[in-house]
T-cell receptor, first 110, second 119 residues
């Protein structure tokens, strides 16, 4: 089983829609998580850090459920520019390593 | 914000040659740099962790003699793919942290990546 698992998608949604991605992790010792977005053939860019129960940044809300070991990312009022692959990332406890999920593709259409 | 510069952005080389990729932190001192590799439609896989002035720590399955890492200063790390073969063709990305330990409030910043094609 992979340490961080994501639904690969793609999620095809119209502009203005609300979309949610889930991510599960297997290492219960992981303390911190991140969501990165990656555009095709580009480097990942940090979207949000997730530490406690979650946090919100504009149209983006991340939630962490430690009991069920999953993290979610909610995007409200989707824009065309939100089309990308969203990477769920776990900070491996005690090893200073980021473990990446394979990513969830989002395609927002007019 | 923190900027990490990676060079070259893309390179095509012949099988058997060596390729050097540079990763620089432009506005902070990077105690630790990480090298990742990403194959199409797959996740980023950590290859090695390099700390300034010491030997790199390689992940299981990564050949240290094939992927030479040098972190000679706090702003520069290099990855050399020696005797490259077509199966080494991939997207190589470096990342850096200004802190010795990555944390939720000290995330990694990534270079722009190097697309290597070995013919």
């Amino acid at each position: 089983r992979k340490e961080v698992e994501q639904d690969p998608g793609p999620f095809n949604v119209p502009e203005g829609a609300t979309v949610a991605f889930n991510c599960t992790y297997s290492n219960s010792a992981s303390q911190s998580f991140f969501w990165y977005r990656q555009d095709c053939r580009k480097e990942p860019k940090l979207l949000m850090s997730v530490y406690s129960s979650g946090n919100e940044d504009g149209r983006f809300t991340a939630q962490l459920n430690r009991a069920s070991q999953y993290i979610s990312l909610l995007i409200r009022d989707s824009k065309l520019s939100d089309s990308a692959t969203y990477l769920c990332v776990s900070l491996s406890g005690g090893y200073n390593k980021l473990i990446f999920g394979a990513g969830t593709r989002l395609a927002v259409h007019p | 914000g923190a900027v990490v510069s990676q060079h070259p952005s893309w390179v095509i080389c012949k099988s058997g040659t060596s390729v050097k990729i540079e990763c620089r932190s432009l506005d902070f001192q990077a105690t630790t740099m990480f090298w990742y590799r990403q194959f199409p439609k797959q996740s980023l896989m950590l290859m090695a962790t390099s700390n300034e002035g010491s030997k790199a720590t390689y992940e299981q399955g990564v050949e240290k003699d094939k992927f030479l890492i040098n972190h000679a200063s706090l702003t520069l790390s290099t990855l050399t793919v020696t005797s490259a073969h077509p199966e080494d063709s991939s997207f190589y990305i470096c990342s850096a942290s200004g802190q010795p330990v990555v944390a939720y409030n000290s995330p990694l910043h990534f270079g722009n990546g190097t697309r290597l094609t070995v013919t």
